[in-house]
């Protein structure tokens, strides 16, 4: 007997009877069915009950926004184009709902994936607000008269929309068999498991049986014949390289000292290089042999106001991304100034590397003003910003930013003895 599991020992979170614990069962079956390695498998969740599951999963696991999980299993099912590896999506009706769009586009594309729609014909986790999948003649709690509409026939739209597999069954017993029907289908596949949500559609509905309310709605529970099966001319083209490829390796070349990690946050305006100031540390500490983490953050109007980095340097690996208060501030502009106040009045140590001409923040920490400005112009003060904190303070070797330097275009337009200037 095979000692593969796709679920951890951990009791499953649902209330008592809810057939999303039957959706994870099943799907833990049909991918043993199949020989799958949990790490074959990425399970791409969302906002809903059924979503809380992706902490019971020991695959590859991904939690987006409410109905936003097909999008993101669209861009991870492309840029994953090794063949043994498996997409598959679970969200809720309500999710379905919201990402409509997705579900429809991504099976319109043969977008490799397979999506298990556990519609339990309302919002479960909000309270049992009606779906475009609830019934006519359902109540919910917030409906206590029953609904007034149809709900979405969704295998309908979905296998007119191009899905290569599609299948509704009812929420109980093995139906596994049906799911590894869809997990081994090329391209788009789904399957819409039918469930009522003990806690509100029962409650709501009392007496009712899962197969009188699915027959009475007009859902045909059966494989849904393919109107458009998985076309090689899909106008998505699945991506040629792999993400997860080695491709884009960075080499260690040089050596450095570095014991221990140091957190460096960079603050500065938007159109004045901070982003690739950032990523110029992180390859170079890349090529230091370095483990490095880089985070941008920028308003949504991406060319005005504030732009910000954080990159965490490290000798050791790094399990958390995130800098609260960082060991060197560096700010290059007034737009950093003030996006960064809060942070240097958080600092009680470290130092803060900032422009000659700024009025430094209250703070703890040591300040150290260099005339980013003066000395590279508004265009080129953050990369010069990086050079200068590397040449005074060694934490990397200077010939591994300059090598970074050198490999990009950027060093065409500017010569590197003005980036060395202290
Ligand atoms: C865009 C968006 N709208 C609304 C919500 C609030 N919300 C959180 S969970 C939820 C209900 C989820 O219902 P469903 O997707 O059917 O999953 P279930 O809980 O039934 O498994 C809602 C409406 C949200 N998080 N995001
Ligand atoms: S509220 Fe409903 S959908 Fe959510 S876990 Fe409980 S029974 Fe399941």
């Known amino acids: 007997m095979s000692t593969i599991k796709f679920l951890t020992d951990n009791e499953l979170p649902f209330c008592k009877g809810c057939g999303h614990a039957r959706v994870a069962k099943n799907t833990e079956k049909a991918l043993l069915k199949l020989g799958f390695d949990p790490l074959d498998v990425i399970l791409i969740t969302d906002i809903g009950c059924h979503g809380i599951i992706d902490k019971s999963f020991l695959t590859h696991t991904v939690h987006g926004l409410h109905g936003r999980s097909v999008a993101l299993a669209g861009g991870i099912s492309m840029g994953i184009s090794e063949p043994g590896k498996k997409t598959v999506v679970f969200i809720g009706d309500g999710g379905a709902t919201i990402g409509m769009q997705h579900l429809i586009g991504a099976a319109h594309h043969g977008l490799n994936m397979t999506v298990v729609v556990h519609n339990n014909m309302l919002y479960g986790m909000t309270g049992g607000q009606p779906s475009e999948f609830t019934p006519c003649g359902f109540r919910t709690p917030v409906l206590p008269e029953g609904s007034k509409n149809e709900g979405y026939d969704i295998c309908k739209l979905i296998?007119?929309?191009?899905?290569?597999y599609t299948e509704r069954v009812l929420g109980i017993g093995d139906y596994s068999d049906s799911l590894a029907a869809a997990f081994s289908t090329k391209g788009f596949s789904l399957v819409e498991v039918m469930e009522i949500c003990p806690s509100y559609g029962t409650k709501s509905n009392p007496g009712l049986k899962l197969s009188t309310l699915v027959k009475g709605a007009g859902l045909e529970v059966k494989v849904f014949k393919s109107t458009n099966k998985y076309?090689?001319?899909?106008?998505?083209?699945?991506i040629e390289t792999n993400l997860l490829s080695e491709e884009h390796l960075i080499e260690k070349v040089f050596e450095t000292g570095l014991k221990g990690s140091v957190s460096v946050s960079l603050a500065g305006s938007a159109g004045e290089g901070i982003q690739l100031a950032a990523e110029f540390l992180a390859k170079a500490a890349m090529k230091s042999g370095l483990h490095v983490t880089k985070k941008g953050s920028y308003p949504v109007t991406v060319g005005v106001g504030f732009s910000a980095a954080d990159v965490i340097i490290s000798?050791?690996?790094?399990?958390f991304t995130g800098i609260s208060l960082p060991d060197i501030l560096i700010i290059t502009s007034s737009d950093g100034l003030s996006y960064a106040r809060a942070t240097a009045a958080g600092m009680n140590k470290g130092k803060i590397l900032i422009d000659d001409q700024l009025e430094p923040p209250v703070t703890g920490a040591e300040i150290i003003k260099v005339p980013f400005r003066k000395k590279a112009g508004e265009?080129?003060?953050s990369l010069y910003s990086i050079f200068w904190f590397l040449n005074t303070f060694h934490h990397l070797p200077v010939d591994a930013i300059k090598q970074v330097?050198?490999?990009?275009?950027?060093?065409?337009k500017i010569p590197i003895e003005k980036m060395m200037e202290v």
């Open 379 to 381: 265009k080129n003060c």
């Open 159 to 164: 296998s007119s929309a191009g899905s290569s």
């Open 231 to 238: 076309r090689s001319h899909s106008i998505i083209k699945p």
């Open 315 to 319: 000798s050791e690996p790094i399990d």
């Open 405 to 412: 330097f050198l490999e990009n275009k950027i060093s065409a």
